[in-house]
């Protein structure tokens, strides 16, 4: 039986610089608990929060979704759907997501509205739909969209490596059982590679916390929004955007220790 590692070796060093930021965000907590500004600035800040979290967590989904497919895509037996995920991975990821961001939301959106309006001409020539025009598409949801395709060419090739990291020899094993091809994605192929993708997978969530304060440029009252009204409105510029920097970080920093935790237990159970 192999030796445990210490718990030196398996933390590795002690966190000083979670302490020290730790530290940090207490202080600043007491800072605007306690002033008057700051507490405003808060206030009026922490109104963007959860349309933050609401633009992250719908446009990751629909991101990991679209990137699975894509890269079942590029795994096909058949060379015209390779070329297709390939195409189309090489092209979102050469754009920058800014770029994506507008092009979405003011070039795609007419488009994706005259499209949904002939897919239900039938419905509006019979009076059961009325038909939709490019104002009644939120810019929130332009930018929701954005996220996703410009995520789910990265979360593509994300999904690819890990699936490609599985033993070929145990899909030959499960074809060989009369496993059909979703049976062996499902029972043997997705188990074993969720253990590689999940770790560059909750990089990209974590980056997409970020990315989303891209959508302020559409004027969705995300985080970075409500603090850019308020200081344009204020002229108090350092309050404002060191709250908005505060705020940011509790929850990429938050969400980053929580996956490292699932990280770190999924390596154990690998281990076992």
Do not use: C
């Not at 398996?10 to 207490?26: F, M, N, R, S, T």
């Not at 038909?131 to 949801?141: E, F, H, T, Y």
């Not at 409500?226 to 060191?242: C, I, N």
């Amino acid at each position: 039986m192999a030796p445990h590692p210490s718990p030196r070796s398996e933390k590795g060093d002690y966190p000083w610089w979670l302490v020290a930021l730790a530290i940090i965000g207490i202080i600043l907590a007491i800072v605007i608990v306690t002033n008057g500004i700051y507490a405003q600035v808060f206030q009026t800040v922490v109104n963007g929060v959860w349309v933050t979290v609401f633009v992250t967590v719908v446009a990751f989904a629909l991101a990991t979704a679209l990137g699975l497919g894509i890269a079942l895509l590029g795994l096909s037996d058949s060379v015209v759907l390779r070329q297709i995920s390939r195409f189309y991975i090489e092209v979102i990821r050469g754009i920058p997501m800014l770029v994506l961001l507008f092009y979405v939301a003011f070039v795609g959106a007419p488009g994706i509205v005259a499209a949904y309006n002939f897919l239900i001409t039938p419905l509006i020539k019979a009076g059961a739909a009325e038909p939709i025009l490019v104002r009644d598409l939120s810019l929130m949801w332009r930018a929701i969209i954005a996220l996703m395709i410009g995520y789910s060419s990265f979360i593509a090739e994300v999904f690819r490596a890990g699936i490609q990291s599985v033993d070929h020899g145990q899909i030959e094993a499960a074809k060989a059982l009369g496993l059909s091809r979703y049976h062996r994605f499902r029972l043997v192929v997705f188990p074993q590679a969720i253990k590689v993708i999940f770790p560059p997978l909750s990089n990209d969530f974590v980056s997409m916390v970020k990315d989303s304060s891209l959508v302020s440029v559409l004027g969705v009252s995300d985080i970075t929004q409500m603090g850019k009204v308020y200081a344009s409105g204020s002229f108090r510029f350092f309050e404002t955007y060191s709250i908005v920097t505060y705020i940011y970080l509790i929850l990429t920093i938050g969400l980053s220790l929580a996956l490292r935790r699932v990280e770190m237990r999924m390596r154990r159970t690998r281990g076992r």
